[in-house]
Nanobody, 119 residues
């Protein structure tokens, strides 16, 4: 099955850091742009960050700019989201997605990984 697999979520305290991973499974996503999104309970899914297929271009939502960093290891076909200085409002299910361009990131989705930040 062609899919993206997220990992790295967990329960942390405010101020801690986490690194989420988004790995390819069943096919390669090396030529795809990858995005990270999150969805908190009773809220809509929101865009966080994206990286081009080469890793040379990145975009961030203003809400996480300076705290979150997206990167990719092309050789490992894996994209990371480094999250620093986590806050309780960062609690959500985090998803990665893939698309043929950085403007079209919703062709493939992972199953999500839970991040819970306690105060």
């Amino acid at each position: 099955q062609e899919q993206l697999v997220e990992s790295g979520g967990g329960l942390v305290q405010a101020g801690d850091s986490l690194r989420l991973s988004c790995a390819a499974s069943g096919r390669t996503f090396k030529n795809y742009a990858i995005g990270w999104y999150r969805q908190a309970p009773e809220k809509e899914r929101e865009f966080l960050a994206a990286v081009s297929w080469s890793g040379g271009t990145t975009y961030y939502d203003e809400s996480v700019k300076g705290r979150f960093t997206i990167s990719r290891d092309v050789a490992k076909d894996t994209v990371y989201l480094q999250m620093n200085n986590l806050k309780p409002e960062d609690t959500a299910v985090y998803y990665c997605s893939a698309g043929s361009t950085i403007a079209q990131l919703e062709e493939y989705w992972g199953q999500g990984t839970q991040v819970t930040v306690s105060s």
